[in-house]
Nanobody
Framework: QVQLAESGGGSVQSGGSLSLSCVAS????????MAWFRQGPGKEREFVAT????????YYADSVKGRFTISRDNAKNTVYLQMNKLKPEDTAVYYC?????????????????WGQGTQVTVSS
């Protein structure tokens, strides 16, 4: 089992920045590709970004490309999501997810472990 715990959410004005963290415990972190998903009010949960086990490969949803950056520190068992130029439509609960694979995935059904989520609210 892997336990994931997100932190760093909060409220910010449009154009601002936030940094999310997700700490993993329980198994070898480097065995897991990691991702961030989000679920806005009244919306389905959607893919945001993913990163490979070694951190060399990343992929982003078109809606966040150029504004968000996913990274990981395997020594700290932590994956990050730096969010810049935030927009009101970025308002959502953000979830960290992990899958025991060397491959990243955009599909939430391919992820085995999930955090509880952290709220991000962007006001106009």
């Amino acid at each position: 089992q892997v336990q994931l715990a997100e932190s760093g959410g909060g409220s910010v004005q449009s154009g601002g920045s936030l940094s999310l963290s997700c700490v993993a415990s329980g198994r070898t972190f480097t065995n897991y590709a990691m991702a961030w998903f989000r679920q806005g009010p009244g919306k389905e949960r959607e893919f945001v970004a993913t990163i490979s086990r070694g951190g060399g490969n990343t992929y982003y949803a078109d809606s966040v490309k150029g504004r968000f950056t996913i990274s990981r520190d395997n020594a700290k068992n932590t994956v990050y999501l730096q969010m810049n130029k935030l927009k009101p439509e970025d308002t959502a609960v953000y979830y960290c997810a992990g899958r025991s694979s060397m491959r990243t995935s955009l599909t939430q059904g391919n992820y085995d472990y999930w955090g509880q989520g952290t709220q991000v609210t962007v006001s106009s």
